[in-house]
Structure formats: structure tokens, C-alpha cells
């Protein structure tokens, strides 16, 4: 598996995340199947929120993998807080109570990286640079992030915040690109044009903090995925057609082509599938080209000026 430095951090991580937020769906057996092939794959970066299965999804990761010393020491740890329901909730209580509740669940001592979720509109930075300095000087997260967060959020963060905010977790995929089409369509009058995220990929890449793209292959906000979907047939017939040029499958083609990104971005599958999981995988050791990245691109109804 190929690998990065995640944002400005000196910490190797594959180019694949393997998003954990359905495994509540598989038994222990199938869940340790799971992990257990996640790891041959080398995508041994697990990322988990407290929100997931209510805490149950980071429970049954750790008594599926029999987590202890020696195997937490072959894995790369993410979670998520901040969304409690009805609210979301940055405070400096509550950050520390989700990390001492993430780290019970996942039986072990430490995060490699913990990630601020939704956007808290009553935010005190102050109170969340406490925070992140207690969790590391305690030794119980060693990373910090954001998630869903504008370069201003990140900005206004990082008045106070003295951690490097090393990721930012955004919906991306190749039928969800805003914030790859308003870079192309600057200063055009058409939909694509609008800047709906304040140039978020740029701000990322210019500022060393690696975007982690989730739900890389839904349309809309979970409205389904566009592979093998009726509603995108140029799509599927291009995305189909390159994948059989590299002999691979669809599932590949779609994260290969986030992956051409130069930003070098890490997405985040979303699958409990085995196969599908290391059809994921693969896309790591391919390279699109520039011209069927962009026909990728343009297959999915997005518009070049």
C-alpha cells in the first residue's frame, strides 16, 4: 500500500482509510475478517467516530480484533467528537469526555488522530486549545483534526489551537466535486462556479493538511452510489471502460481517480464488503491519466469552461 505524510505530521499513513462506521452490521467473526484483511492490505488506518453505532462500532472493532499491545502497535487510530444529539458540542468538558469514552471502547491508550466533527457554531477556540493540550500532554492523542470544517473554521481554530491541524474530513467523490469545479469554473456564470467551501482544497493544500474525502462513492447526501446506477449511464460506461483498460474494477476506477488528485488525499471507504474492500485497495497502485481523469470528470455531468 502506498503511503503519505498526513498533513504537516511526520506520520506515514496509506493512501486508504478504512472507515469503520457500519461494521455494527457484521457479527464478531465477519467483523475480525473484516480488520484481518483490511491489514493484509496494508490499510491499517482505522477511522472511527463516537457517533458511529452510538460508541458500539468502536466497541466491536476492538473485541473483534482482540486489541492489545502488540496489535494496536500494527494500526494508525482515528476517531471523531463533537456531535451529541441534537447539537454539536466543541467544549472543552466534552472533548475530554468523548476521548476518555473513545479510548474505553477501543481498549486502548492513545489516538493517532482525533478529529473535531460537524462544525460547532458555538465554538470557543480557547477552550478546545485546552483541550488539545491536555490530551497530549496526557499522552492520549498524539494528532489533531477537523472535519466537514472552511478554511475560516480552520483558521479561526488555529488562533488559538498550537497543534498542527494535520486533516480535514470532506464529502467528496467524483458526483459530489464542488470543491474541485469552482477551481475550474472561476469567474464563469454557471452553477459550477459557486464557492461553496471558501476554496477549501486549495486552503488544504497550500496550509499541509491532508483531506481525507468520505463517501467517495455516494451522490447527493447519501442518496445512493453511482456506481452501476441507472441515473449515470456516460458515467458508468466511462468509468466501466477504463477500468477494463487497467483490468480492474469499477470500485478502483472511483477511487483512483480521487487519488489522481494532487493534493494526495486520503478517502475514506465506507464498506463492510471484503471484495469491494480490496477493490479499494488497488486503487493505490494505479495512476489515472490526466486526459481519462478528466473524462471521468466530464462523464459525470461536470462541466469544463
Known amino acids: 500500500m502506498r503511503t503519505i505524510k498526513l498533513g504537516s505530521s511526520a506520520l506515514d499513513v496509506p493512501v486508504i482509510a478504512v472507515g469503520c462506521m457500519r461494521i455494527k ?3 464478531k467473526k465477519e467483523a475480525e475478517r473484516f480488520v484481518r484483511t483490511a491489514l493484509e492490505q496494508g490499510a491499517n488506518f482505522f477511522d472511527h467516530a463516537d457517533i458511529y453505532g452510538g460508541g458500539t462500532c468502536e466497541e ?3 473485541e473483534a480484533i482482540g486489541m492489545n499491545g502488540s496489535i494496536r502497535e500494527n494500526m494508525i487510530l482515528q476517531s471523531k467528537c463533537g456531535i451529541r444529539k441534537g447539537m454539536f458540542d466543541f467544549s472543552k468538558a466534552h472533548i475530554l469526555e468523548s476521548v476518555d469514552g473513545i479510548l474505553k471502547r477501543l481498549k486502548t491508550e492513545y489516538l493517532d488522530v482525533l478529529l473535531l466533527h460537524r462544525p460547532d457554531t458555538l465554538v470557543e477556540p480557547e477552550e478546545v486549545a485546552e483541550a488539545f493540550d491536555l490530551l497530549e500532554r496526557s499522552g492520549k492523542v498524539r494528532h489533531f483534526g477537523v472535519s466537514n ?6 483558521q479561526l481554530l488555529k488562533k488559538s489551537v498550537k497543534q498542527p491541524l494535520v486533516a ?9 466535486a464542488t470543491m474541485i469545479s469552482s477551481g475550474i469554473n472561476v469567474n464563469m456564470l454557471n452553477d459550477s462556479a459557486v464557492n461553496r467551501d471558501g476554496s477549501v482544497l ?11 474525502p468520505w463517501s467517495p462513492f455516494q451522490f447527493g447526501f447519501f442518496e445512493g452510489v453511482f456506481l452501476g446506477n441507472e441515473k449515470f449511464p456516460e458515467l458508468n460506461r466511462k468509468i466501466d471502460e477504463i477500468a477494463a483498460k487497467y483490468e480492474v474494477s469499477n470500485t478502483t476506477i472511483a477511487i483512483a481517480w480521487i487519488l489522481r488528485h494532487p493534493a494526495r488525499m486520503q478517502p475514506v ?3 463492510t ?6 477493490d479499494c485497495c488497488k486503487a493505490s497502485e494505479i495512476t489515472l491519466t490526466r486526459q481519462e481523469w478528466y473524462e471521468i470528470y466530464r462523464a459525470a455531468g461536470n462541466v469544463l469552461p
Request: hydrophobic share 40%; proline share 2%; glycine share 2%.
Open 269 to 271: 471507504t465506507g464498506t
Open 25 to 27: 452490521s457484521l457479527d
Open 60 to 62: 466491536i472493532f476492538a
Open 202 to 212: 486549495d486552503f488544504c493544500r497550500l496550509n499541509d493538511i491532508t483531506i481525507q
Open 149 to 154: 470544517q472552511n478554511p475560516m473554521q480552520i
Open 168 to 176: 480535514n474530513q470532506l464529502q467528496l467523490s467524483i458526483t459530489n
Open 273 to 278: 464488503s471484503l471484495e469491494r474492500l480490496i
